[in-house]
């Protein structure tokens, strides 16, 4: 069972979330958590000790490519688990903390910024290199094809706050990718 203090952090995540994703980072203040939340200052930080904290917890959320691979699932699998995840991610983009984030990157130098960049690097890394060893992919360089996917899903992330992307536009991106790596992979 939940405590109450877990409860309250979900719910300044999930409200948090809501206004990041709204207003972007620059915008949001902890007033306005603590207003939409209706917890006093105190309580809000009680939980977290800047709006900077809050968007680090929401950032959190975890790829399972290391922990799939381990299990011993097929690359295409792992892959087409990663891919699912963006292409959710790009579907609901206008909900996303993608501006936020870049808004708060802009804005001052943190590593965290650097390490979530570095960790999603390696994840693909580990992915390719895990396929060419399995004679799932095709043998190329991990970072072609982490560059070109990485930087067009944040592009879209980023865009698809102002201009209407199409279901088309995600699944082009997703076949990209297969086309790059995966053996014997025919577009739809």
């Known amino acids: 069972?939940?405590?109450?203090?877990?409860?309250?952090?979900?719910?300044?995540?999930?409200?948090?979330?809501?206004?990041?994703?709204?207003?972007?980072?620059?915008?949001?203040?902890?007033?306005?958590?603590?207003?939409?939340?209706?917890?006093s200052k105190g309580g809000l930080y009680r939980h977290f000790g800047n709006k900077a904290e809050i968007l680090f917890e929401l950032l959190k959320k975890e790829k399972r490519v290391e922990q799939d691979i381990n299990?011993?699932?097929?690359?295409?699998?792992?892959?087409?688990?990663?891919?699912?995840?963006?292409?959710?991610?790009?579907?609901?983009?206008?909900?996303?903390?993608?501006?936020?984030?870049?808004?708060?990157?802009?804005?001052?130098?943190?590593?965290?910024?650097?390490?979530?960049?570095?960790a999603e690097k390696e994840h693909w890394h580990k992915l390719v290199e895990y396929g060419v060893k399995t004679g799932e992919f095709h043998d190329v360089n991990p970072d072609i094809v982490m560059d070109t996917f990485l930087y067009s899903y944040r592009g879209v992330m980023m865009w698809g706050r102002v201009l209407p992307f199409e279901q088309e536009t995600y699944e082009h991106l997703i076949q990209a990718v297969k086309l790059m790596l995966v053996k014997n992979y025919r577009e739809k």
Do not use: W
């Open 71 to 118: 299990e011993g699932a097929s690359a295409v699998q792992v892959l087409d688990n990663l891919l699912c995840i963006y292409r959710d991610d790009m579907e609901r983009c206008k909900e996303s903390l993608a501006y936020a984030l870049f808004e708060y990157a802009a804005s001052s130098e943190n590593p965290f910024i650097d390490s979530k960049n570095g």
């Open 1 to 39: 069972m939940e405590s109450k203090g877990e409860r309250t952090r979900k719910e300044i995540l999930k409200v948090a979330h809501i206004l990041f994703s709204q207003k972007g980072y620059k915008d949001v203040s902890m007033q306005d958590i603590c207003n939409e939340t209706g917890l």
